[in-house]
């Protein structure tokens, strides 16, 4: 093997661990009161203490966030943050419906009908950044809110 190519090679491996350690995907989830939180489909966790976020550690190759969450009175709303090369948090670019939908939270869903999510905005709690339906104040009780994340892949290159 050439220098060149050896330089090449090393470079490639170079860009190649960076991706990877930037495709860890890890989460905190949230929500006011019970919550049942999703990665591609699958039930990552649950939580009913909308204090504590519950941390998850994603697979590289997630895709779709989906929280379910039950309000069991009083205010309501989701709270996720999630590391993808910088951290996101909940925010109006996800989608959000009161009604169940069969396999809502999985990547092969069409969300184009779902409204965009609301903005919580409580006060109360210095809730800024929580999300439900429009139906906010005990309208809607059971909300469904996904969000479609960037995907990574690996490309092999033949030098
Ligand atoms: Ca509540």
């Known amino acids: ?18 991706i990877q350690v930037d495709a860890k995907i ?22 009913n203490d909308w204090a504590r976020p519950k941390q998850v550690d994603l697979p590289d190759n997630t ?30 670019s996800w989608k959000c419906s009161a009604k169940f939908e069969e396999n809502w939270s999985t990547p092969g869903f069409e969300d184009g009908n779902w409204s965009a999510a609301s903005i919580v905005n409580e006060t109360l709690y210095y809730r800024t950044d929580w999300i439900w339906t429009a139906g906010y104040n005990g309208k809607d009780k059971v909300v469904y809110c996904r969000k479609k994340i960037k995907g990574w892949s690996l490309y092999y290159i033949t030098i």
């Open 26 to 47: 890890v989460a905190r989830a949230t929500c006011d009161d019970d919550m049942l939180f999703y990665a591609d489909g699958v039930l990552m966790a649950s939580n």
């Open 1 to 18: 093997m050439s220098t060149r190519r050896l330089f090449i090679l090393f470079y490639l491996l170079t860009i190649t661990t960076f």
């Open 63 to 92: 895709t779709v966030l989906g929280v379910h969450c039950v309000d069991t009175g009083g205010i309501s709303g989701i709270y996720v943050t999630y590391t993808l090369n910088q951290t996101y948090t909940t925010d109006t």
